[in-house]
Every structure is written in C-alpha cells, then in structure tokens.
C-alpha cells in the first residue's frame, strides 16, 4: 500500500497517496472534499467553464482506492458535493457508478458547509462521527482532541535540493489530522496561512502527496522523509 503509516491516539493509520485515509483494523476509509459536480456548478452560475471531467477523475480515484484497500466503512467528511444541486443533478453514468462503490458497505455522509443537508444516494448521514476515540467532522475545531476532518484543502511548498515543489498534504498534530481535498480541481490552502497556522501544534507535520506521501515539518521544511 502506497501510503504513510502512523499512531494517532492509539489507530495505526495510513495517509495514503491519493489523498485518502485507511484505518486498516477497522477496515474504515475515510476521504475529504470530493466536491463533485464543481465544474457543473461553476457553469450553472455563469462562470468560466471547466472541462467536465472531475467528477469522472475523482471517482475513477476513489473506485481505485476502494478496490485497493476493501473497506467496509467509507466516510466522506463534508463537501462531498459542490453544492445540493450537484447532488441532485449527477448524471446517470456518475451515480450508477457511485451507488456500485457503496453497495455492500456502511457509507457514512458527514454534513459540510456546501453540503449541508442529506443527500438522495442513500448512506447514513451526520454532522459528526465518532468511532473508537475518534471523532470525525468537516471543520476542525481547536478544542478537540482526536479529531479528524477536512474543509482547508491544505497544501504545501517545499524547497529540497535546489527545487521547489508544491503539493497537497495531510496535517498531523498530536490533537488533529486534517485531510486534503480529493476532489480534482479543488485548489488549497497554504498550510502557512493564518487558519491552518492557528489549529496545528508546534511539531505538526505535513504528509505531502505524490509518488509517494512525504512527512516533513509543517513550519519550515527540512529534508522530506518518504512513507
């Protein structure tokens, strides 16, 4: 498995490098922000048009991931469409392929500011999730510890032997992870940026995607170590 393994309040997890989580005793994946439908809801609202490939390519990414790591438990921490008319409006190819992935597994919705509401897909639905001291949501909240979510999309520069490069990344603390976004086209938020800066701890790390998922500090990057 192409990932990043760690202990975060007593779970071996695995930071993998598509940018979804697997818990693998639980057998639990958990992926953030797949806004699909982006580029629909763009063009609804009289903007610049994207190629409407990203819902494909998210779930081409998601199926694969699935088919890899077998979970029984998916959750989608918030966001997992763009908007309510995104959901209501995938088209028939998107959902029948969605509706296969959840089939024979507990799929578990969680609330997100563009999707607040439930969804027409089936799944359980709710604002938060607990499991086994973990407590899963859409936006991190600085007072909980064992948390995990999404909603910042963050990413990262990095600087190593002469080359700077830039990608996307989980954030790790002893109180929080924060998930990238999956969703292709999603853009991010600099893991430097005041928000981000904010809830994440002195030693938090940055487990950068791409081959293969990097841990490097989150404040100053020093030489990447891969997972």
Known sequence: MNGHSFTFHGAE?????????FWPAERLYCVADLHLGKSERIARGGGSLLPPYETRDTLARLDADLAGCAPKTVLCLGDSFDDLAA???????AALWLTRMMA?????????????????LGG???????????????????????????????KIRLHMRGASLS?????????????????????????????????????????????????????????????
């Open 167 to 227: 990608g996307a990344c989980f954030l790790l603390d002893a109180a929080r992870l924060i998930l990238p976004s999956f969703g292709t086209f999603t853009g991010g938020l600099r893991a430097s940026s005041p928000e981000l800066d904010g809830l994440m701890g002195p030693d938090a790390l940055a487990l950068v995607l791409g081959r293969r998922v990097l841990a490097v500090p989150m404040r100053g990057a020093g030489l990447a170590k891969p997972g």
């Open 87 to 93: 959901a209501e409006g995938l088209d028939d190819n």
């Open 124 to 154: 359980g639905h709710h604002g938060e999730y607990r499991h086994r001291g973990l407590s899963f949501r859409h936006i991190a909240t600085p007072e909980e510890s064992g948390e995990i979510s999404g909603h910042y999309h963050p």
């Open 13 to 21: 997890l695995v930071a993998l490098a598509s940018g979804g989580l």
């Open 104 to 120: 024979g597994r507990r799929w578990i919705w969680i609330a997100g500011n563009h999707d607040p509401a439930p969804v027409s």
